[in-house]
């Protein structure tokens, strides 16, 4: 599914909920549900040094 398939609120959700430079590391946490201490966090601290 691509974006312009989905209805037009749901594009201004999406953008209200992200907020602009954010970290990588911090989205998986935060909307992945990443324990803190799981190899995704773990990779992702690791690589983007967050």
Same mark, same amino acid.
């Given at each position: 599914?691509? #974006? *312009? +398939?989905?209805? @037009?609120? &749901?594009?201004? +959700? #999406?953008?209200?909920? =992200?907020?602009?430079?954010t970290n #990588?590391? %911090?989205? !998986?946490?935060?909307?992945g !549900?990443?324990?803190? %201490?799981?190899? @995704? &966090? %773990? =990779?992702?601290? *690791?690589?983007? !040094?967050?």
């Amino acid at each position: 599914m691509e #974006v *312009r +398939d989905l209805p @037009e609120k &749901a594009h201004k +959700d #999406v953008h209200k909920e =992200i907020p602009r430079n954010t970290n #990588v590391c %911090t989205l !998986g946490k935060r909307y992945g !549900g990443w324990h803190p %201490t799981s190899p @995704e &966090a %773990t =990779i992702c601290d *690791r690589t983007y !040094g967050h």
